[in-house]
């Protein structure tokens, strides 16, 4: 009788130990395939991404007189919004990105995950630009705020609005 009792001790720390083990495996392969990579990866995507010409836009002075033109890429949805330019790792200088908001308002970007210096164009519902942040601090959660309101922001390399002197008032068409 001791005997069978002290067997079934054993079975019973064999269960637990079988069962310990396989819930650690368990949590340990969750770990892995969950929670690991978002500890590990630097960027959290890392798709490639490239320029697509959805148009031009020509940059005017406050005269409507051209001043430059741009192929442009045209970005009005939530999450294309929010991806803006990140991740992208070059853009020539006769490229832009155009944001398109459905309403006027003040409006703040950054440049978190943004390997290229910007220069960020803010514009008005009259397609006037009312402020320009030239040369943004690359991967950076610095707030680069309109001083009025806008609708449409303009993604440039840095130094492109210098290059061609555009200012607040210059106007934008695309």
Do not use: C
């Not at 079975?11 to 949590?27: C, E, Q």
């Not at 991740?87 to 908001?101: A, D, T, V």
């Not at 459905?102 to 009259?126: C, G, H, K």
């Amino acid at each position: 009788m001791k005997k069978q009792n002290a067997n079934r001790g054993k079975t019973a720390n064999r269960k637990k130990i079988f069962y310990a083990a396989g819930a650690i495996i368990v949590i340990a392969v969750y770990v892995i395939a969950f929670i690991l990579p978002n500890f590990t990866s630097k960027e959290p995507d890392q798709t490639e991404y490239t320029f697509m010409k959805d148009g031009t836009l020509t940059f005017t002075d406050s005269l409507n007189n051209p001043i430059t033109k741009i192929d442009l890429e045209i970005v009005s949805s939530d999450y294309d919004t929010q991806l803006g330019l990140m991740f992208r790792r070059s853009m020539e200088m006769n490229q832009g990105m155009l944001f398109i908001f459905p309403e006027q308002e003040t409006r703040s970007f950054w440049m978190r995950n943004t390997y290229i210096s910007l220069d960020m164009i803010f514009v008005n519902a009259d397609k006037k630009i009312v402020t320009i942040h030239k040369n943004t601090k690359t991967l950076s959660d610095q707030s680069y705020p309109s001083t009025e309101p806008a609708q449409y922001v303009v993604e440039v390399v840095a130094g492109f609005a210098d290059k061609y002197s555009l200012k607040v008032g210059d106007r934008i068409n695309w």
